[in-house]
Structures are given as C-alpha cells and as structure tokens.
C-alpha cells in the first residue's frame, strides 16, 4: 500500500463507529434552520456565504418565481458559472416543485435553444458573462416570453434577477414541494435527452436530508470538511458530489474553473477534505514540476472521488502513490449511479470500477439478452430501485436501454467471481475528452454541412491529457494532396467546426482519405478507422 510523503502527517481514518446525526439534522434546509451562521460557500472571489444567507436569497426567489406564474411540474433553465446563484436558483426550484436544467455555457446558442424549446423552459436565468450566447439562445429558441429572461448583471432583453427577488419576503414559500434536476446527455442520434425523474414526493427538506446518505457512502463525517468544487456545476459528477456534501454540513470551497496549482493552493489554505476530480485533472496535476507538487500540503484529504471517463492504471497509482489510499471511483452516468470502488479494493484490484452501490443490481447480458458467466464480457446493465428514469419525450430511446427496470449506458464490460466490475469498451459510439461525452453524429452532421466533404467519420483516439481526443477523418470532392493543401483544408473545416459546435465538441485534427470503408448496406466500419489510433495504445477506451 502506498506511504505518505514523510512530512505531511497521516490522516484519520474514518471509523465505522463515527457517530452519523439523525436525518432531521441533515439536509440543506435543516441545516439552514439550526446552525444559519454556519459556512456554506466560499466563493472564487473569496467572498462567504452562511447557510442563512444562502437560504434567504433562494427564498426570495422561490417567491419571485411563483409571482412569474409558475407552478409545479413547470422547467426553469440556467445558464451560469460556478457562483452562489448556481445554489440558489436549485434551491429555490428544489422547494417549488419544478423542474431545473442547468446549461454548459460553452454550447452554442442554437444548441442551447434547442435544449431550452425540448425542455419546455418558462424562465431562463443567465449570467452576464454568457450574454452573447444567451442572447443567441432566446432569438432562436422564441419559446420563452421576454419576461422570463433574467439576468445576473445587464444582457440586453432581459430583465434583472435582482429586480425580482429584491422585495420579495425572505421566509420560506408556502404549500413547499420538492423539484427536480433534469439533466441533459447528449445520444448516438446527435440530439441531447432530458432524463426526466418524477417530482419527490417527500418535503424538500426531507428530501434534503435523505441525500446527505450519499455523503456516508464515500466515508464523509458530516459537520466535519470542505468539499473543493474544481469542475463545473451543471455537469452530473461535480454537482452530486457538491449538493451530497452541503446536505452533511460541508463548507462548499467552489471555483470557476481547474487550475492545477490553484487546486493544490485551496487545498492546503483551507484544509479541504474531499472533491471530485476527472483523470484530465490527474494528469495535470501530475504535470506539475515535482518541487511544485512537494511544496503543498494536502494532508487534509480524506476522500478524492473521480469518474466521468476510464482512468488508466497507472495514472491512477501514480496519484495514489502521491495523495495516498483515499481515490475513490465511482461508474455511471446522467441516468443513474452504478458502482463505486474503495480505494482498497482498487488497489486489490487495479483497473476495477467496484460493486454495486447500495439498492442496485449489475446484470451483463450478451446480444441475446442472456446472462454472460463471470468474466465474460457483454452489455453492462444496471437495475436500481425507485421509478424508473426516462428520456423526456423520447419512449423509444427509454425503451431501447432498459430490459425490464435495468437499464445500460451502452458500456461493455465483465463481472470477476467477486462481483467487482470492469469495463472493455463501450457498445456506444461516445467519445470521453476530459470527463465529457461527445458524441460522434452530432459532429459528423455538423460537418457534413461543408460543400468540400463527401463523407466522414469522427471518432475518438487515445490522448494522455484528455483520455480521447476527437479526430475527424474526412473524404473531400477533391482529395489535397500536398501538406499546405491539407493544412488549409483541415484550418476551414476546423473552423467550419467551431462556427456550429461548442468548441469542446470540435475535432482537434483532421486527416484525409479517398474513401472511407463501409458495409454493403452503408454502415461504417467505425472499429477498423479506430484500430489504426488504438493500436500502439494499452487500452481500448
């Protein structure tokens, strides 16, 4: 098992005999009602918020939001960075009964109004800094009445969210009932899904509460840490871990954007126990020059949990090697949780993603739906208990991933005789770069668009930094033929690209063939494309 650097004194570990309060003292709203003057947010400013604060601000609005005519079962959007309103515009669709869907503000507009026209948004709240994009949004959505667009800040056609929230009572809402998330994840058609729960029946508060046994999972003490916020709000991985660790009592220490250094520095500053990172994180972390990593105690840690894309072995054991035995790795999606690995059962078991989490059962079933023997690689499905999630306004797509109540993110993998999983691949066409999903038809029909191409295929190849990076391969009317003829060619379709697609989602090279190798009946050969980059590699995903 790997030590501890010499001069950093070794942590606690956490009992299994640590007493854990009654779920009346946990949960955001509880927690507000008993300790208001504890801290609940360290912003990137540097600024504080109390649990009272946070509380009285998502109050107004929640007042503000049913003055605008909203009730419950109706959507709100946000497009916003990691600030307090990140918190408090959840919270107040959290106790009102609505539906909340928080944008990735490097979409496009056009992007955005396509989410916000499926989603069926009422309001739309927005941050100055994304007023170009927003703005963009609300021309091409015209689904959302001008006088539901709020701002943070100034953005021309939009009202200020402080004007609504600004004489409205601070205490809580009346008939309060619990909202919901509904996150968007992109699919193989190109086209992102709302995955649509049912409202809570509980009261928010006990709702509150009842997420804070997600904190006992991972070996949280509630009332006792700071969860780091690096990634950003609106995507799935970031916000449980945040939302799981405030409903404990943990002080939110949130920035707006990863800086490796500056992750080591708030570490150190504020003693910060836990945090959720992504393997791109590791590998800049490990990046850094080794006095630099040396120089920074980060003996406060307790729990680094990561996920969102395959890990490889020694990345992984490098960072245990550094920050100790306290990775912790967990396996899913947008759609539900599957797994989660203790970091001594990865270390028994390198490359594993652990066992079921608590109420969840793992399935492997071959293409004939059958039971695959432990070992035996087939399509990974998940079944938990609860309602069963569903695409929004997608019956065919809900279909398609569940047998029965068990449900698949279209990965491959195997069961070992000890019921710990590992994944081979994905059945999908998803490409992982730096913890994010982009999908293949999306920017293969973005591109097709260009006049020169005559077909394309994008697919994924291995990259140390970013897990994958996007590679277009692409026949032209006219194949180039000399390398300035192929730079220029590549710089307008990368350009053609960024014009139409957020910029994570374009391809970060191009490469050039006379014909691209399909099936009778059209279908692409996609594996044998992926084969030429994978090769040389040490891993399939």
């Not at 909340?100 to 916000?116: D, F, K, M, R, S």
């Not at 079933?365 to 309602?387: A, H, N, Q, S, Y």
């Amino acid at each position: 098992m790997p030590t501890l650097p010499p001069q950093f004194p070794a942590r606690r570990p956490t009992s299994k005999t640590d007493a854990w309060p009654s779920l009346e003292q946990l949960g955001f709203w509880n927690i507000a009602e008993r300790e208001p003057d504890r801290s609940a947010l360290v912003l990137p400013d540097g600024s504080t918020w109390t649990f009272g604060e946070v509380r009285r601000e998502a109050n107004r609005l929640a007042h503000g939001l049913r003055a605008l005519g909203l009730k419950p079962g109706d959507s709100i959007a946000t497009l916003l960075p990691n600030d307090t309103h990140a918190y408090t515009t959840r919270l107040a669709a959290f106790q009102t009964g609505l539906y909340i869907t928080p944008l990735n503000h490097h979409l496009t507009g056009q992007e955005i109004a396509y989410v916000l026209g499926d989603a069926e948004a009422r309001v739309l709240i927005a941050d100055e800094r994304f007023a170009d994009t927003a703005r963009r949004a609300l021309a091409e959505s015209g689904t959302i009445d001008s006088a539901h667009c709020l701002s943070i800040g100034e953005i021309e056609g939009f009202s200020e969210l402080a004007e609504l929230t600004r004489n409205q009572p601070d205490g809580d809402p009346p008939e309060r009932c619990a909202g919901q998330l509904m996150l968007y994840t992109s699919g193989t058609t190109g086209r992102p899904k709302g995955v649509r729960r049912p409202l809570p029946s509980e009261d928010p508060s006990d709702w509150a509460a009842q997420r804070a046994i997600f904190a006992r999972a991972f070996g949280l003490r509630p009332f006792d840490g700071s969860q780091l916020v690096v990634g950003p709000l609106y995507h799935a991985g970031p916000s449980v871990f945040s939302w799981g660790s405030l409903d404990a009592g943990h002080q939110q220490i949130v920035t707006d954007r990863f800086d490796p250094e500056e992750t080591l520095r708030l570490i150190e500053t504020h003693r910060v126990t836990n945090t959720h990172l992504v393997a791109t994180m590791f590998h800049r972390l490990l990046a850094l020059p080794a006095a630099v990593r040396a120089g920074y105690d980060v003996s406060s840690l307790r729990m680094v949990a990561h996920s969102a894309a395959p890990t490889p072995i020694e990345l992984k054991r490098q960072m245990m090697d550094w920050w100790g035995p306290i990775i912790w790795e967990t396996y899913g999606g947008t759609e539900g949780a599957a797994t989660i690995c203790k970091p001594h059962h990865w270390l028994a078991k390198p490359g594993t993603v652990g066992r079921p989490v608590r109420d969840a059962r793992i399935t492997i079933l071959d293409e004939e739906d059958k039971p695959c023997r432990p070992g035996t690689p087939g399509r990974i499905f998940v079944e938990r208990e609860g309602p069963k999630m569903e695409y929004w306004k997608d019956p065919e797509k809900t279909r398609e991933i569940h047998r029965g109540n068990a449900l698949t993110l279209g990965d491959i993998g195997y069961v070992d005789e000890d019921g710990f999983l590992f994944l081979t691949g994905r059945a999908s066409e998803a490409i992982i770069t730096g913890g994010v999903n982009v999908y293949p038809a999306e920017v293969e029909n973005a591109l097709m668009e260009h006049p020169e191409v005559v077909d394309l295929a994008v697919i994924g190849a291995p990259d140390d930094e970013w897990g994958e990076r996007i590679v277009g391969i692409v026949q032209t009317r006219t194949l180039p033929e000399t390398d300035s003829e192929k730079q220029a060619l590549s710089d307008e379709l990368l350009a053609f690209a960024r014009e139409r697609l957020a910029g994570f989602k374009c391809p970060r090279e191009i490469h050039f063939r006379s014909e691209l190798p399909r099936e009778e009946n059209g279908k692409l050969y996609r594996r044998r494309l992926r084969e030429a980059f994978w090769q040389d590699s040490n891993r399939s995903i």
